[in-house]
């Protein structure tokens, strides 16, 4: 094996972009101290959005000498382990405040929302990738972080199902053209509970029982509202994931081959945003064909792809855009490719 280029594990003062990611934390902690709950949606899906128009896209590969540093650098995986503590604190802490009554039901309801959207945005996105890494201290980071949004299968099915059934009528976790996300959200998680539990049985009911136990102590130290706020911020994050999920290969097909197979895999069967901001914030998930095509390559060093279909904004602009299908609908349709 050859050994990498000078500087090939060195660390670059533009790297320091990807840190954004664990500003996300921060959202709720500034909204409890201004009292502002709904400051933390305003952020992510008004502010990043705006600021992703006036940054613009960053769509340019990088030489082979900046891909090589950019798989290698070990800065890149520290920002992943870092977000674990910052997530596990994060829930503490809510599920301390809940529990305690010192918010009103309507704040306590945005509250338990604002950390559900930094579980999910963050926290989700960095165990999905944690959870391709083949170091096993990556794999129960990435196994912790789904247990604490009771989506501890996410993995199994993820890895061993969707990857290798994308963008296919089989697979639960792509959408179907002209499919609403809401039509969608009911078929995606009873699919990919139902694919894992054919996968691996105890990948399902280890990552359950782990989460049931954390609600139960929080329950026990905290009382029944921190048991409510658990599953709360769970339930935020796993829409949110969910959301992604739809937006990630709406309408994308795989031909079927005459052998009944279907073709593979290609940078056309997933939607790619260079939004130079909200890929940092969301660690290169939108570089998505990349993804697929190489699913063990370090964030940092994926690659945009020419033949991938490009999103016309970043997710925290789509996720919103999602929830309302006719307006889905009317921007998204006319630019999903056709099956020749």
Excluded at 2 to 14: E, I, N, Q, T
Excluded at 54 to 64: E, F, I
Excluded at 155 to 162: M, S
Excluded at 226 to 242: K, P
Aim: with cysteine; net charge positive; aromatic share 12%.
């Amino acid at each position: 094996m050859s050994s990498p280029p000078d500087g090939a594990r060195g660390f670059a003062l533009r790297d320091a972009r990807f840190l954004l990611a664990l500003t996300v934390a921060a959202a709720p902690v500034f909204g409890h101290a201004l009292g502002q709950y709904w400051h933390a949606f305003g952020v992510f899906f008004f502010a990043i959005p705006l600021l992703d128009f006036a940054l613009g896209r960053d769509a340019a590969p990088a030489s082979p000498e900046e891909l090589e540093r950019l798989k290698q650098g070990p800065f890149f995986r520290f920002v992943l382990h870092a977000w674990v503590p910052l997530q596990m604190g994060l829930i503490g802490w809510g599920a301390w405040l809940i529990g305690s009554g010192s918010l009103g039901a309507g704040d306590a309801i945005l509250f338990t929302a604002s950390v559900g959207l930094a579980t999910g945005a963050a926290g989700i996105t960095i165990a999905h990738e944690l959870g391709h890494k083949p170091p096993r201290l990556d794999r129960f980071l990435s196994r912790l972080l789904l247990v604490s949004v009771s989506y501890g299968h996410f993995t199994v099915e993820h890895n061993r199902g969707h990857h290798v059934r994308v963008a296919t009528p089989e697979d639960p976790a792509s959408a179907r053209y002209g499919e609403s996300l809401w039509r969608f959200l009911p078929r995606t998680l009873i699919g990919q509970l139902a694919h894992a539990w054919q996968l691996d049985r105890s990948e399902v009911l280890r990552p359950w029982a782990a989460s049931l136990a954390i609600a139960a102590t929080l329950g026990l130290a905290f009382g029944p509202w921190a048991v409510a706020f658990f599953f709360g911020q769970a339930a935020v994050a796993v829409l949110q994931l969910e959301a992604v999920n739809y937006i990630e290969h709406y309408g994308l097909q795989r031909k079927k081959l005459p052998d009944g197979r279907y073709e593979r895999p290609t940078a056309a069967h997933a939607w790619d945003a260079y939004e130079r901001l909200s890929n940092c914030f969301l660690v290169h998930l939108q570089r998505h064909a990349d993804h697929h095509l190489n699913p063990g390559r370090p964030y940092a060093a994926l690659q945009p792809q020419a033949e991938s279909p490009k999103l016309p904004a970043g997710y925290p602009a789509m996720v919103p855009l999602a929830l309302l299908p006719p307006l889905w609908f009317a921007v998204m349709n006319r630019r999903v490719p056709r099956p020749a």
